[in-house]
């Protein structure tokens, strides 16, 4: 099987790319707006979040109820979402439905009725995912630990809180679609079985006179202490620990991918025998590689009981620090046929090529075919990586906590240090 792809950039700025996969029988497609939860004004945060609820009731000429019947009369598996990044929207359908499809999505982004009658309902919805956050202390975690690693915009929860929620207006979220909903920096990935001139055709009809406008800079603020604890009193202690990385543009992401998967892809990983089933200290444990445009870097959690989280922060950093004396060959081999299985599944789903090659030209200006991918894998080896590791050891850890006590940082590792 062979696909082939291909990408056009407007004259408004608006990116298309496509990759064309002949033997399915679906298509699918992403939109990745410049609107993510970074544009938020300091004192308005989760207002794109809210305003991806909005565009959603009703748009172009249908009301909020004909909207969601097009879309299921059509057959469209769908999901929206906001991320540091972009606002995002996406669907999978039959090939032949594509075309339709896109059409009521342009109107969402382009022609939203944005109902004030809703506006209440809008923010229930947010209400409701705030209070689901509530309930989820190791997501709570982890949002608090990219606050540590990143400078803030970038390391802040899409949601908001509910009291900045509760101060939004429905003028807050006209003015803010009109800020950021644009074609300069949107990037629309389609992948499946589809025409590229015809797909090229339909999107310059439907998005070609789209007026561009200016994506917001970002002012940058601190990062948060090496340590921080959230008090909470429970039987449980949630663990976030995080280390500089390299973002997925930069040269050596593949070597880092592979030794931070030797770390956590699979039962057979370093964190989970050793953390997990040697010692038996957590019921969850893992580490993976996050990025962000022009940053990177590792993000490990565990949940554990409170009378053993001390020793499950401190072996787990011993484990970090461990893997840089290097890696084996059976560890790389077990990550090396894991990943392809996860290419080969790419290969069936249009709705995961169209998220990889609409992330790819966000981070690379460029999409990587599965083949390239592949040969990266193969390309992989204890040598290179452990070269890697060698330069670039785990070290300056920051941690973040979540229960009914705070925990002694790990020798060697200041909790006084800003």
Same mark, same amino acid.
């Given at each position: 099987?062979?696909?082939?792809?291909?990408? $056009?950039?407007?004259?408004? @700025?608006?990116? /298309?790319?496509?990759?064309?996969? #002949?033997? !399915?029988?679906?298509? +699918?497609?992403? &939109?990745?707006?410049?609107?993510?939860?970074?544009?938020?004004?300091?004192?308005?945060?989760?207002?794109?979040?809210?305003?991806?609820?909005?565009?959603?009731?009703?748009?172009?000429?249908?009301?909020?109820?004909?909207?969601?019947?097009?879309?299921?009369?059509?057959?469209?598996?769908?999901?929206?979402?906001?991320?540091?990044? $972009?606002?995002?929207?996406? @669907?999978?359908? /039959?090939?032949?439905?594509?075309? #339709?499809? !896109?059409?009521?999505? +342009?109107?969402? &982004?382009?022609?939203?009725?944005?109902?004030?009658?809703?506006?209440?309902?809008?923010?229930?919805?947010?209400?409701?995912?705030?209070?689901?956050?509530?309930?989820?202390?190791?997501?709570?975690?982890?949002?608090?630990?990219?606050?540590?690693?990143?400078?803030?915009?970038?390391?802040?929860?899409?949601?908001?809180?509910?009291?900045?929620?509760?101060?939004?207006?429905?003028?807050?979220?006209?003015?803010?679609?009109?800020? !950021?909903?644009?074609?300069?920096?949107?990037?629309?990935?389609?992948?499946?079985?589809?025409?590229?001139?015809?797909?090229?055709?339909?999107?310059?009809?439907?998005?070609?006179?789209?007026?561009?406008?200016?994506?917001?800079?970002?002012?940058?603020?601190?990062?948060?202490?090496?340590?921080?604890?959230?008090?909470?009193?429970?039987?449980?202690?949630?663990?976030?620990?995080?280390?500089?990385?390299?973002?997925?543009?930069?040269?050596?992401?593949?070597?880092?991918?592979?030794?931070?998967?030797?770390?956590?892809?699979?039962?057979?990983?370093?964190?989970?025998?050793?953390?997990?089933?040697?010692?038996?200290?957590?019921?969850?444990?893992?580490?993976?590689?996050?990025?962000?445009?022009?940053?990177?870097?590792?993000?490990?959690?565990?949940?554990?009981?409170?009378?053993?989280?001390?020793?499950?922060?401190?072996?787990?950093?011993?484990?970090?620090?461990?893997?840089?004396?290097?890696?084996?060959?059976?560890?790389?081999?077990?990550?090396?046929?894991?990943?392809?299985?996860?290419?080969?599944?790419?290969?069936?789903?249009?709705?995961?090529?169209?998220?990889?090659?609409?992330?790819?030209?966000?981070?690379?200006?460029?999409?990587?075919?599965?083949?390239?991918?592949?040969?990266?894998?193969?390309?992989?080896?204890?040598?290179?990586?452990?070269?890697?590791?060698?330069?670039?050891?785990?070290?300056?850890?920051?941690?973040?906590?979540?229960?009914?006590?705070?925990?002694?940082?790990?020798?060697?590792?200041?909790?006084?240090?800003?």
């Amino acid at each position: 099987m062979s696909s082939k792809i291909r990408s $056009h950039v407007l004259s408004n @700025g608006l990116t /298309l790319v496509a990759e064309q996969m #002949p033997w !399915l029988q679906s298509a +699918a497609f992403s &939109v990745l707006l410049p609107a993510g939860s970074s544009y938020d004004p300091q004192n308005k945060r989760g207002l794109g979040n809210l305003l991806c609820d909005m565009v959603q009731r009703g748009c172009g000429d249908r009301d909020s109820r004909q909207y969601v019947e097009d879309l299921d009369n059509l057959g469209v598996a769908r999901g929206s979402g906001i991320t540091n990044a $972009h606002t995002s929207f996406g @669907g999978a359908v /039959l090939a032949d439905n594509l075309f #339709p499809t !896109l059409s009521i999505f +342009a109107d969402v &982004v382009r022609n939203p009725h944005l109902p004030e009658a809703q506006f209440e309902e809008g923010q229930m919805v947010c209400y409701q995912e705030l209070r689901a956050l509530e309930d989820d202390l190791g997501q709570q975690t982890m949002i608090g630990l990219r606050r540590q690693m990143y400078p803030d915009p970038y390391g802040r929860a899409a949601l908001g809180n509910m009291e900045s929620v509760a101060a939004l207006t429905p003028q807050d979220a006209q003015q803010h679609f009109e800020k !950021l909903y644009q074609p300069s920096g949107t990037i629309l990935s389609v992948a499946g079985n589809i025409d590229w001139d015809q797909l090229l055709e339909q999107v310059e009809s439907l998005f070609g006179d789209w007026k561009a406008g200016q994506v917001p800079q970002v002012e940058l603020g601190e990062k948060l202490s090496i340590y921080e604890h959230t008090q909470f009193d429970s039987q449980q202690t949630h663990l976030g620990i995080g280390f500089p990385g390299v973002p997925y543009s930069h040269p050596d992401y593949f070597r880092q991918r592979g030794a931070i998967g030797v770390m956590s892809d699979g039962m057979a990983s370093r964190l989970f025998s050793e953390v997990r089933e040697k010692r038996g200290l957590c019921y969850t444990v893992y580490a993976s590689c996050h990025t962000l445009l022009d940053q990177g870097s590792v993000l490990c959690y565990s949940g554990t009981s409170a009378d053993r989280a001390q020793e499950t922060l401190d072996v787990m950093i011993e484990q970090l620090q461990l893997l840089a004396e290097g890696i084996h060959e059976p560890e790389l081999k077990r990550l090396k046929t894991r990943i392809k299985s996860a290419l080969v599944m790419q290969q069936e789903s249009s709705s995961s090529r169209a998220s990889s090659i609409a992330a790819d030209w966000y981070y690379l200006n460029r999409v990587r075919t599965l083949d390239e991918v592949n040969d990266i894998i193969d390309g992989l080896s204890c040598e290179g990586i452990n070269e890697y590791l060698k330069e670039n050891p785990p070290s300056n850890f920051r941690v973040t906590t979540t229960g009914s006590k705070k925990l002694e940082m790990p020798v060697g590792i200041s909790a006084d240090n800003a």
